[in-house]
């Protein structure tokens, strides 16, 4: 087949599948130049905490002599994928980005990943996070690099799993999001990153940051590509009753569908006010192309979000507190500082204060229920600005209402449960990308992938790829 090496590590995850189904590529050939550019591009990107290259060429080996017999699995079936270091994988250390967990070695892998393996996808190995999947990497660790540009945030929580995916070593990866944890590093690194809802995927064999809050999701680069890997790690199992019975949809049946006849919500006002000109204008031109193919462009309000963002912070406090309570204070001079502040605060916090916040929850919930009555989806910005500097990032610490605006439009749907899609849209003067949110209604993913997807029929923003010398010049 002819097809150049970046032309080949940039194929989208479905574009590999039909050239897999076709014989035209074999897993073992896309395997291996997977493995050669990680090898190659890695040392420098960081966004592996761990390359299972002998278990991955096995798997592709398996992959290949499956498919020449007949016995094709899917569109997941040979493709080489990357899952983020907090997803159990038996007999390979997981350690959440912590080094309290560092010589954990699963007997068992999550569900997700085992549901992965059944697909018959090709697992190159573990991507880095931060530390336990909150805000900020174990001072042991070095972070992923952005490879748009090493001087910008790659995004938290799921930082190895976007520029991994960004930079062409893998073709999509599994990821979590408890406050933002897919959208921002998807922003950040112009991909498409789906948060269903929550129970939609297990959560079993998954370390937790915030149990209510967790959301496991994927970073792709594209919607149907994301449909794809949704429909593998989807439905109910036994081993999480909090994993919702709902039959999965067909999301790849979904993605041929065009946007004709949805109403798309837009809070003119919300997503204004203090929101950057060049985020404002990547909604405005999503708008445009979306209502020229036929989408109802719907005014409404959205409930205001500020409590939410307020409590998000003592909610997730509370719930990492119960899931440290095996290791903190136990082996408290093994943390990090960021997370061991967070765990202090959740394991101060009051039953009454937390349970108050627990009652606010479901009145947002509720009401944003009321609002999907009358539209399909909501579409809103990632966050207020482009992507930031490394060197603003650090300062957060010193400006809270810096971090309330960088956690305005994600962490309410954490709050709720309900499913969000991230799709490119634009880029910022400085040539970062830009984004932009989709929201559906509970459980109705279908909905999202579906316009997702015919969005990018009619757009090419997706299709743009950061190039290794961006990194490499910094």
């Known amino acids: 087949m002819d097809i150049g090496t970046d032309d080949l590590h940039y194929l989208e995850l479905t574009e590999l599948a039909a050239c897999i ?73 997981t350690a959440a980005g912590t080094v309290v967990h560092g010589d954990f070695l699963p007997d068992e892998d999550a569900t997700v990943v085992h549901r992965l393996n059944e697909a018959g996808a090709v697992v ?15 001072p042991s660790v070095t972070p992923p690099k952005n490879p748009w540009n090493p001087e910008y945030w790659p995004g938290i929580s799921s930082s190895g799993s976007a520029a991994a995916t960004a930079a062409g070593l893998c073709y999509s990866s599994l990821a ?15 991909l498409t990153g789906l948060k269903p809802s929550w129970g939609r995927v297990s959560r079993h064999g998954v370390f937790e940051l915030a149990a209510t809050l967790d959301h496991v999701g994927v970073i792709a680069r594209s919607a149907m590509d994301a449909g794809a890997m949704l429909g593998v790690i989807a439905g109910r199992d036994h081993a999480d009753p909090t ?40 909604l405005g031109e999503a708008i ?4 020229a193919h036929g989408a109802d462009i719907v005014d409404v309000r959205f409930p205001d979000a500020k409590q939410a963002v307020a409590d998000w912070v003592p909610n997730c406090a509370v719930e990492a507190a119960v899931a440290h309570d095996a290791t903190y204070p136990a082996r408290k001079d093994e943390y990090g500082p960021i997370l061991a502040t967070v765990i202090e605060a959740g394991r101060a916090l009051s039953a009454s204060d937390y349970q108050r916040i627990l009652l606010r929850r479901l009145e947002l919930r509720g009401r944003i229920a009321s609002l999907f009555e009358t539209i399909d989806l909501l579409l809103i910005p990632v966050h207020p600005f482009p992507p930031l500097t490394l060197a603003m990032i650090r300062t957060l610490g010193e400006q809270p209402e810096l971090i309330a605006r960088l956690q305005e439009y994600t962490c309410p749907f954490n709050m709720t449960g309900h499913p969000t899609i991230t799709l ?18 509970n459980l109705d993913e279908v909905t999202l992938v579906r316009a997702g997807a015919a969005f990018q029929r009619i757009t090419s923003w997706h299709r743009r790829h950061p190039s290794p010398s961006a990194w490499r010049q910094h």
């Open 21 to 93: 189904r076709a014989r035209k590529i074999s897993p073992l050939e896309a395997t291996r130049a997977q493995l050669d550019r990680i090898a190659a591009l890695d040392g420098e990107l960081r966004s592996y905490v761990r390359v299972t290259a002998d278990a991955a060429m096995a798997q592709a080996e398996a992959a290949h002599a499956e498919i020449a017999a007949g016995r094709y699995r899917g569109p997941l079936h040979g493709v080489p994928i990357a899952v983020k270091d907090l997803f159990w994988t038996r007999n390979v250390p």
């Open 124 to 138: 190159l190995g573990k991507l880095q996070l931060t530390e336990g999947a909150y805000s900020d990497h174990h």
């Open 176 to 190: 979590s999001d408890t406050g933002g944890s897919i959208r921002w590093p998807c922003a950040a690194n112009g």
């Open 243 to 282: 994993a919702v019975l709902d039959p999965v949809p067909n999301y790849l049946a979904a993605a041929e569908q065009d946007v004709r006849g949805l109403r798309i919500g837009f809070d003119a006002k919300w997503s204004s006010d203090g929101v950057d000109v060049a985020t404002q204008q990547v």
């Open 288 to 291: 445009k192309a979306l209502r």
């Open 424 to 441: 490119p849209g634009g880029f910022s003067a400085t040539g970062m990308p830009i984004a932009f949110q989709l929201v559906a209604a």
